[in-house]
């Protein structure tokens, strides 16, 4: 495989107009990194299961590579892609991860040729991403790049749900409400209504999405992180207002039990997998 730097594509896929999408995230990278949660060891040995082979993953959306070290356990190699090149500036290095800065407008033709062509992808996994993604397009690419048969995609998110302090975080979740996004309501509703076009293979499908928890030790810094991280307060900062000023800090902090206490939360996330369909 080649040298990220050889791969930098330049038209296409992503139509929202030029580095919005770049920019909503790469404000924050460097906060991202530092407070994003890593998923569980657990899903990766799952998923890596379900795939005939364990030549190439791609992750899709891969922020800092927060799940691409995952897949990196289970497969020869991992090309991990995004549209902010200030996420991969932050992005955690890996022996088996080639990280390639995937513009907004990048044509699927190029994405499939970087990718070794049709059916060279064993695993596509996109973490807490599909939300912004223009599916139909990225769903035509995922499809032609599968190996068939036994190519696996996954797909999951998570929210402001968060288990043992759901009633803070929904009251924290409430004053963001105005500042999210459209697309991000699919991913507060748990990618209920997220389209998956692929076939169940017992991991949660169109509609029904299955529920990963996910556990992390989380210290009130953390928290804090966390939440600067979200793309809303992102957005309601650049319009004037912080949403995690002096008054709301004090107010997390004691309903979190104080700002030394490092707890166990529980992320209530959601996850869909498949295979293409044979006639697609
Ligand atoms: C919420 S972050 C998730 C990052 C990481 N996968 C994780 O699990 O923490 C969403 C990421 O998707 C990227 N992104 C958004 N639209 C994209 C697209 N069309 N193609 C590739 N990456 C995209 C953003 O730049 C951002 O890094």
Redesign the pocket.
Same mark, same amino acid.
């Given at each position: 495989m080649q040298q990220p730097d050889e791969l930098r594509l330049d038209r296409g896929?992503?139509p929202w107009g030029p580095d919005w999408? $770049?920019g909503?995230? +790469?404000k924050q990278?460097a906060v991202?990194a530092a407070a994003?949660?890593a998923?569980p060891n657990d899903l990766f040995t799952k998923l890596a299961a379900l795939t005939a082979h364990h030549c190439l993953a791609w992750?899709?959306?891969?922020?800092?590579?927060? $799940? $691409?070290i995952g897949v990196a356990e289970h497969y020869d190699s991992v090309l991990a *892609?995004?549209? +902010?090149e200030d996420?991969l500036l932050h992005a955690a290095p890996h022996p088996k991860v080639w990280y390639l800065h *995937?513009p907004?407008a *990048?044509p699927g033709e190029d994405l499939v040729a970087t990718l070794g062509g049709e059916g060279s992808v064993d695993l596509i996994t996109?973490?807490? $991403?599909a939300h912004?993604?223009?599916l139909p397009a990225?769903y035509d690419v995922a499809h032609r790049v599968l190996r068939r048969p036994g190519g696996v995609i996954a797909v999951w998110g998570y929210n402001y749900r968060i288990s043992p302090v759901e009633d803070m975080m929904t009251r924290f979740f409430n004053t963001t409400l105005p500042y999210w996004d459209p697309r991000a309501r699919c991913c507060t509703d748990g990618y209920r209504d997220l389209p998956f076009p692929f076939v169940d293979i017992g991991l949660g499908r169109e509609g029904e999405p299955a529920s990963l928890d996910m556990e992390q030790e989380m210290s009130f810094e953390g928290l804090i992180g966390m939440l600067s991280s979200w +793309?809303a307060v992102t957005t309601a900062k650049q319009q004037g207002v912080d949403l995690l000023g002096e008054r709301v800090v004090k107010q997390l902090e004691e309903e979190w039990g104080g700002a030394s206490l490092v707890r166990k939360v529980t992320f209530k996330a959601f996850l869909l997998a498949g295979t293409p369909r044979a006639d697609d």
């Open positions: 896929l992503f999408m $770049a909503l995230f +790469s990278a991202y994003r949660p998923y992750d899709v959306g891969t922020g800092n590579g927060q $799940a $691409a *892609t995004d549209v +902010s996420q *995937t907004d *990048t996109v973490a807490e $991403a912004w993604f223009d990225f +793309s």
